[in-house]
């Protein structure tokens, strides 16, 4: 449970975070709060926020401490008159709520090294790090103020985390792997791991060793069990800001924009250039060696396997269909090819029956 807090501090600890960039001013008194609750359910030093105008009667109604509201919904719902209680005006409540939620549930960290973690020398740790138990980080790692290498986490040789980032039990860097100020790795995790690279040789497979390096930059999050496999050659890089779930595949030699969001299990093959701003729904399958310009969309499930010079919005996957209507459909797509060798034969057919009856028509004529 979070503690209260009054609500002028918490738009100075939000207004901190969001940079400056909400607009945001109280109407009412100052009261103390210290949690978030559905509007019918918020009491006492309780917020409430309105996204959806649904909610619009329950917002009214709410026994809320204070309630956060852009100002044309404060208008909808109270008038042109607000009434005499605490409305936060906020041009994004929802923001706000997830500034405000991270003001209210901060990280625990127990800054040093943990007896029982093992820190190799000729690594670097801020003093106000946190190296938690059974954590290893291998020698010239470095380590940046604040950061929490939690429980089973393995920082490979070479490696750097920025400042206030947080990485969960059982993450793993390998070597030379970057990641800026600000990320969130998600426990299970695989930064910088070998990619996907060999060269077939008379019916076999050959390794090639991967030499490039996995660099994340300032604020990406990365989902648990998701791995972004480091470069052949050149480097992996994941833009500024850009946000990866569960389960994600990032292949070797990916270049992935700013402030990119990828839902569960999408995979992206290597050597694709994604965007900034692209969004990209969940179990997506992208192919390598192409680019996604940026503030493109990919539906869920969707297959890309190239795509045009200007941004877009693509989706193709086939919803689901009882079991009598997806055989018979499999069976239509099945027999697509020789259709399409019968259009083409109709088609040169309709041609010649219309060049007999133009050269009639000229007779007669």
Same mark, same amino acid.
């Given at each position: 449970?979070?503690?209260?807090? #009054?609500?002028?501090k918490?738009?100075?600890?939000?207004?901190?975070?969001?940079?400056?960039?909400?607009?945001?001013?109280?109407?009412?008194?100052?009261?103390? %709060?210290?949690?978030?609750?559905?509007?019918?359910?918020?009491?006492?030093?309780?917020?409430?926020?309105?996204?959806?105008?649904r909610?619009?009667?329950? #917002?009214?109604?709410?026994?809320?401490?204070?309630?956060?509201?852009?100002? =044309?919904?404060?208008?909808g719902?109270?008038?042109?008159?607000?009434p005499?209680?605490?409305?936060?005006?906020?041009?994004?409540?929802?923001?706000?709520?997830?500034?405000?939620?991270?003001?209210?549930?901060?990280?625990?960290?127990?800054?040093?090294?943990?007896?029982?973690?093992?820190?190799?020398?000729?690594?670097?740790?801020?003093?106000?790090?946190? %190296? @938690?138990?059974?954590?290893?980080?291998r020698?010239?790692a470095?380590?940046?103020?604040?950061?929490?290498?939690?429980?089973?986490?393995?920082?490979?040789?070479?490696?750097? %985390?920025?400042?206030?980032?947080?990485?969960?039990?059982?993450?793993?860097?390998?070597?030379?792997?970057?990641?800026?100020?600000g990320?969130?790795?998600?426990?299970?995790? %695989?930064l910088?791991? @070998?990619?996907?690279?060999?060269?077939?040789?008379?019916?076999?497979?050959?390794?090639?060793?991967?030499?490039?390096?996995?660099?994340l930059?300032?604020?990406?999050?990365i989902?648990?069990n998701?791995?972004?496999?480091?470069?052949?050659?050149?480097?992996?890089?994941?833009?500024?800001?850009?946000?990866?779930?569960?389960?994600?595949?990032?292949?070797?030699?990916?270049?992935?924009?700013?402030?990119?969001?990828?839902?569960?299990?999408?995979?992206?093959?290597?050597?694709t250039?994604?965007g900034?701003?692209?969004?990209?729904?969940?179990?997506? #399958?992208?192919?390598?060696?192409?680019?996604?310009?940026?503030?493109?969309?990919?539906?869920?499930?969707?297959a890309?396997?190239?795509?045009?010079?200007?941004?877009?919005?693509?989706?193709?996957?086939?919803?689901?269909?009882? =079991?009598?209507e997806?055989?018979?459909?499999?069976?239509?797509?099945?027999?697509?090819?020789? #259709?399409?060798? @019968?259009?083409?034969?109709?088609?040169k057919e309709?041609?010649?029956?219309r060049?007999?009856?133009?050269?009639?028509?000229?007779?007669?004529?």
């Open positions: 449970m979070s503690q209260n807090l #009054m609500l002028s918490l738009v100075e600890a939000v207004n901190e975070r969001a940079k400056g960039r909400l607009s945001m001013r109280i109407s009412g008194e100052d009261v103390p %709060v210290g949690r978030f609750m559905p509007p019918d359910q918020a009491g006492e030093g309780d917020l409430s926020f309105l996204t959806d105008p909610y619009a009667e329950a #917002m009214k109604a709410s026994r809320a401490a204070a309630l956060v509201l852009r100002e =044309k919904d404060a208008a719902v109270f008038g042109e008159t607000l005499a209680r605490t409305i936060l005006i906020c041009d994004n409540p929802y923001a706000f709520f997830a500034f405000a939620s991270q003001v209210f549930y901060p990280v625990k960290r127990n800054p040093g090294i943990h007896p029982r973690a093992y820190v190799e020398d000729g690594a670097e740790v801020d003093p106000t790090a946190t %190296v @938690d138990v059974f954590a290893v980080v020698r010239g470095k380590i940046g103020p604040r950061a929490l290498i939690s429980s089973g986490v393995v920082v490979g040789e070479n490696c750097e %985390v920025g400042a206030d980032t947080i990485i969960y039990p059982n993450a793993v860097l390998y070597e030379g792997t970057v990641v800026g100020e990320g969130c790795i998600q426990s299970g995790a %695989v910088g791991g @070998d990619g996907f690279g060999f060269a077939p040789f008379r019916g076999e497979w050959v390794k090639i060793p991967q030499r490039g390096r996995t660099v930059g300032n604020e990406v999050e989902g648990a998701t791995t972004v496999d480091r470069g052949a050659l050149e480097d992996t890089v994941v833009g500024e800001g850009t946000k990866l779930d569960n389960q994600v595949q990032i292949g070797h030699n990916d270049r992935i924009g700013r402030h990119c969001v990828m839902a569960s299990c999408v995979g992206i093959a290597g050597s250039t994604v900034d701003h692209v969004m990209i729904g969940g179990a997506a #399958m992208i192919n390598g060696h192409i680019t996604i310009p940026s503030g493109s969309g990919v539906g869920p499930a969707t890309i396997t190239g795509w045009g010079k200007e941004p877009a919005e693509q989706m193709g996957f086939f919803p689901a269909l009882s =079991k009598r997806f055989m018979l459909s499999a069976s239509i797509t099945a027999r697509l090819p020789e #259709m399409r060798r @019968d259009l083409k034969r109709l088609e309709v041609e010649q029956l060049a007999l009856i133009r050269k009639e028509e000229a007779k007669e004529a």
